[in-house]
C-alpha cells in the first residue's frame, strides 16, 4: 500500500502525539509510525498508571490519562496510524522522502519527525538463577517488571529492588495498598528525584515502607512458578529473607534505536543530534523531538519534548512550504483548524 503526506512522525509516545497536534495547527497532515501495537510509547507501555508530576497545569496526571487527553488533541487533524510496525527504510526523494514500513506499506513524505523516544525497550533483567520460572505470571504475582495494573498489588507483599526514581515513585505509590513494601538497595543514598526520596524517607520512618540497605539481590525462593521469598545479601555475604508475593527489579531499560541507527543521522552518545534552533537533524528535512534527541542543555522531561515538538513543526512546515511565510497565530485567537 502506498500513501502520500507532508509528515511522517516516528514514535506515538507524548512528543509524536504533541508533534501531530502541533503539525495540524500549521496544516500539515501527518502518518504515524510505531513498532508498538497501541499509541502511548513507555507511558502506556509500561506504566500506564504512575502518577507524572511535571506536566504543566497538571499536579499530577496519570500516564495512560495523559496519553488519552494527547490522543484526543491531536484528533481533529485525522492522523493516520500504522501501529505495530516498523519503518525500516528512510529513502531522499526529490520531493521529500520515501518511508518504507516493515509490512511493505510506502510513505512519500516531504517531511520526517522522530520522536520515537529511547527507541526500542526491554527491562534490564536482575542475573539471578531461576528467574525464568517467576516471569510472566501476571500483574503482582512474581516478577514483575512494570506495573501496569496498580490495583493487582493491593494486599500483595512487595519486594522493589532498585534506586532510581521507578523504584521509589512505585514504593511510596504502592505503600498505600499493598500489605508490604520492602526497598532492596545497595546504598542508603537513592538516584531519586529530592522530594520523592524524602517522602520515601518519612514513609519508612511511619513503618509504611522497609529500607532495606545496604543489601543487593542474593537469589529466590519459591515453587512450582510462586514466589515465596527474596534472599538478599550484604556486600560481605550476610543474608536475610524477605517474606513476597511479588519482586519488583528497576534496573533500568535496554534500549536500542533499530533501523534509526542505519538512517546516517549524526549521533551523541546513542541518540539524535539536532539543532535546537529548529530541532533538525543533520540530515536536512528531518527533525527530532523527545528522548531520541539531544543538543547543549537538553533537559530530558515530557515538558521539553512538548516544546521540542511544536518547535519541529514549525521547522517542518518551512521544510515543507520552502520560501512561503508561515502567518502563525495563538491558538486562543485561531481556534484548531478544522475544529470546533
Known amino acids: 500500500m502506498k500513501h502520500e503526506t507532508d509528515v511522517v512522525v516516528v514514535g506515538a509516545g507524548p512528543a509524536g502525539l504533541f508533534a501531530v497536534f502541533q503539525c495540524g495547527m500549521v496544516r500539515l ?3 504515524v509510525v510505531d513498532a508498538l501495537d ?3 510509547g513507555q507511558c502506556a507501555a509500561l506504566y500506564p498508571e504512575k502518577p507524572i508530576y511535571d506536566v504543566p497545569a497538571q499536579p499530577s496526571i ?12 491531536a484528533k481533529p487533524f485525522a492522523p493516520t496510524y500504522h501501529l505495530g510496525r516498523q519503518m525500516v527504510g528512510l529513502d531522499k526523494t526529490e520531493s521529500g522522502f520515501t518511508c518504507t514500513l516493515s509490512d511493505g506499506t510506502e510513505i512519500k513524505a516531504k517531511v520526517v519527525l522522530i520522536a520515537a523516544g529511547s527507541g526500542a525497550f526491554g527491562p534490564n533483567r536482575p542475573p539471578l538463577d531461576g528467574l525464568e520460572a517467576y516471569e510472566g505470571k501476571g500483574q503482582g504475582a512474581g516478577i514483575n517488571y512494570f506495573v501496569t495494573k496498580r490495583e493487582a498489588f493491593r494486599g500483595k507483599r512487595v519486594v522493589i529492588a532498585g534506586g532510581g526514581d521507578s523504584a521509589v515513585d512505585w ?5 498505600e495498598l499493598a500489605a508490604s513494601v520492602q526497598v532492596v538497595h545497595r546504598r542508603p543514598k537513592f538516584r531519586a528525584a529530592p522530594e520523592s526520596e524524602a517522602k520515601l524517607k518519612a514513609l519508612s520512618d511511619e513503618g509504611k515502607i522497609e529500607l532495606v ?3 543487593q539481590l542474593h537469589s ?12 538478599v ?11 513476597a508475593d511479588v519482586m519488583l527489579p528497576f534496573f533500568g531499560l535496554a534500549t536500542e534505536l533499530g533501523p534509526i541507527a542505519l538512517w546516517g543521522l549524526a549521533m551523541d552518545r546513542n541518540v539524535i543530534a539536532v539543532d535546537p534552533a529548529n530541532m533538525q537533524t543533520s540530515v536536512p528535512g528531518i527533525f527530532a523531538a523527545g528522548d531520541i534527541c539531544t543538543y547543549p542543555g537538553k533537559l530530558k522531561l515530557i515538558l521539553s519534548g512538548f516544546a521540542e515538538a511544536a518547535r519541529a513543526a ?10 512561503e511565510a508561515l502567518h502563525f497565530e495563538h491558538s486562543t485567537s485561531m481556534g484548531v483548524p478544522g475544529g470546533k
Open 220 to 231: 529466590l525462593d519459591g515453587a512450582d512458578g510462586k514466589l515465596n521469598a527474596v534472599i
Open 38 to 40: 497501541a499509541v502511548g
Open 29 to 31: 497532515k501527518c502518518h
Open 314 to 323: 514549525h521547522s517542518a512546515y518551512e521544510a515543507a512550504h520552502p520560501g
Open 62 to 73: 496519570l500516564a495512560a490519562d495523559l496519553i488519552e487527553r494527547l490522543t484526543e488533541q
Open 171 to 175: 514504593a511510596i505509590s504502592l505503600s
Open 213 to 215: 540497605v545496604p543489601y
Open 233 to 243: 545479601a550484604t556486600l560481605d555475604g550476610q543474608t536475610r529473607r524477605l517474606d
